[in-house]
Each structure stands twice: as C-alpha cells, then as structure tokens.
C-alpha cells in the first residue's frame, strides 16, 4: 500500500494509503497509544465515501458541536 497522507498529534495518528482492493482503493488507519497499549482502527473506502469526506472537509467556517 502506498502511503498518500499521514499525520500525527500527541499519542494519536491518523493514515490514508492507496490499495489494490477492489471497489474499496483507500484504507484509513487511526493508531491511537495510550496508557502502554496501542489501537489500531482501519477503514477500507469506496470512492464515493472519499468524495463525501473529501467534501465534508471542504466545507468552509469552523464547526463546532454547538453547530
């Protein structure tokens, strides 16, 4: 898999990679360290669930929970 992004702040990461899987060719992975132990969460998408987050991120003004 080829990583396309990566970043990470404190204990936690977050991944996206390009796959050969098909009708699912991005994987998320979400590695979360904390307290000695380490979670790995991955996420194999479709396109059209990466065009939905890509347009969620996209939104212009901050969000907040009291939105």
Same mark, same amino acid.
């Given at each position: 898999?080829?990583? @396309?992004?990566? #970043? %990470?702040?404190? %204990?936690? %990461? @977050? *991944?996206? &990679?390009?796959?050969?899987?098909? =009708? %699912? /060719?991005?994987? $998320?992975? !979400?590695? $979360?360290?904390? $307290? =000695?132990?380490?979670?790995?969460?991955?996420?194999?998408?479709? /396109?059209? &669930?990466? *065009?939905? !987050? #890509?347009?969620?991120?996209?939104?212009?003004?901050?969000? #907040?929970?009291?939105?």
């Amino acid at each position: 898999m080829v990583k @396309l992004y990566q #970043t %990470s702040k404190e %204990s936690k %990461s @977050l *991944e996206i &990679e390009d796959t050969t899987r098909e =009708g %699912s /060719p991005f994987r $998320l992975v !979400i590695t $979360l360290r904390k $307290l =000695g132990m380490v979670t790995i969460l991955d996420y194999f998408i479709s /396109p059209e &669930e990466a *065009e939905g !987050i #890509t347009k969620a991120l996209g939104k212009t003004g901050a969000h #907040t929970d009291s939105d």
